[in-house]
């Protein structure tokens, strides 16, 4: 079990760019959550999808954030027009079923500096 | 305002000590606890949780619940340098509606050898 893989490990994009930020959830998992995290705000939670469908975006910046699952092997976070604020490391992680008892495994994360 | 509260926001131990953390919910609605370790570095790996009030043992890691305050404290007995690591509590409601997993900004643990 390769665990939740994220892609890329490293991001640099320039102020303005766009970012697409990849996530694989385990095999078999059927809920997939982004977090993203900088030393200042902690851990932040921004969305969640359950069987590929969007549950829960509340967290999600709205204007310039969007996250699509258009398959169960994989999610993708998408950033427009980046800023340096939006400068952190995003975490996707999964969970084997839908609920507030299960266990959320994480992935490496990836590192988005905006310059 | 952070709806999950940690303190202290770092603590140094000796090697061998007792480590303490606490986390507290200002959201009546949580009713399960987590708490998740990160190296540096690398993801959150969950460590433990507790649904019910009372305690709860895994080897030299100890965790209580008061639902009632809703507060939550970690114990690491016998601390080791490998446990140096940002301790994460997180709280979810218990309801199957709309979830999400809160993080408070976590206790930074330095065992010192």
């Known amino acids: 079990n390769a665990g939740v893989i994220q892609t890329p490990r490293h991001k640099v994009t320039g102020k303005g760019q766009e970012a697409t930020l990849w996530c694989e959830p385990i095999?078999?998992?059927?809920?997939v959550f982004w977090y993203r995290q900088t030393i200042v705000q902690g851990l932040e939670f921004l969305t969640y999808?359950?069987?590929?469908?969007?549950?829960?975006d509340s967290g999600m910046p709205k204007e310039r954030f969007s996250a699509q699952m258009p398959n169960q092997s994989h999610s993708t976070l998408k950033i427009q027009s980046t800023q340096p604020q939006d400068s952190a490391v995003y975490l996707c992680?999964?969970?084997?079923?839908?609920?507030?008892?299960?266990?959320?495994?994480f992935g490496s994360g990836t590192r988005l500096t905006v310059l | 305002q952070q709806k999950v509260q940690q303190s202290p926001e770092s603590l140094i131990v000796p090697e061998g000590g007792m480590a303490s953390l606490n986390c507290t919910s200002s959201?009546?609605?949580?009713?399960y606890f987590w708490w998740y370790r990160q190296h540096s570095g690398k993801s959150p790996k969950m460590l433990m949780?507790?649904?019910?009030?009372g305690e709860k043992e895994e080897g030299r890691f100890t965790v209580h619940l008061n639902k009632a305050s809703l507060h939550t404290s970690l114990h690491i007995r016998d601390s080791q340098p490998s446990d140096s690591a940002l301790y994460l509590c997180?709280?979810?409601?218990?309801?199957?509606?709309?979830?999400?997993?809160?993080f408070g900004s976590g206790t930074q643990l330095t065992v010192m050898p």
């Open positions: 095999s078999g998992h059927s809920a």
């Open positions: 992680a999964s969970s084997l079923a839908w609920g507030s008892a299960e266990t959320l495994y």
């Open positions: 999808f359950r069987n590929q469908a969007p549950i829960d």
């Open positions: 997180a709280a979810s409601p218990a309801s199957s509606g709309s979830w999400q997993l809160i």
């Open positions: 959201d009546r609605n949580v009713d």
């Open positions: 949780s507790i649904f019910s009030n």
